[in-house]
């Protein structure tokens, strides 16, 4: 099993940064990967960003050059560094690992664990 716990959200104004937070605990070789997705009310839940352990990234086409996404391995940490931000960023923001199949890193369906969600807002 595996516990994951976001933190960093909040308020802030169109343009403004923050900075998520994903602490992993308990038996984390379980994942090759992790992710941040999010979901608006009333969409889907999408992929914004994931890191293998080795590394490698990935990013949706929508926060290319916005967000970037960082791991302490040794931490079990996960960060999402989320700048430049748009009202239509607006989202809960999740936490997810798993063994990820190369090529899905944004399908839900390959991450197995999932934290609680962190909730961020950006205002005009």
């Known amino acids: 099993q595996v516990q994951l716990v976001e933190s960093g959200g909040g308020s802030v104004q169109a343009g403004g940064s923050l900075r998520l937070s994903c602490a992993a605990s308990?038996?984390?070789?379980?994942?090759?990967?992790m992710a941040w997705f999010r979901q608006a009310p009333g969409e889907e839940r999408e992929g914004v960003a994931s890191i293998y352990t080795g590394g490698a990234t990935h990013y949706a086409d929508s926060v290319k050059g916005r967000f970037t996404i960082s791991q302490d391995t040794a931490k079990n940490m996960v960060y999402l560094q989320m700048n430049s931000l748009k009202l239509e960023d607006t989202a809960m923001y999740y936490c997810a690992a798993g063994i990820v199949v190369a090529g899905r890193e944004r399908s839900q369906s390959e991450y197995n664990y999932w934290g609680q969600g962190t909730q961020v807002t950006v205002s005009s």
């Open positions: 308990g038996d984390t070789l379980f994942r090759n990967s």
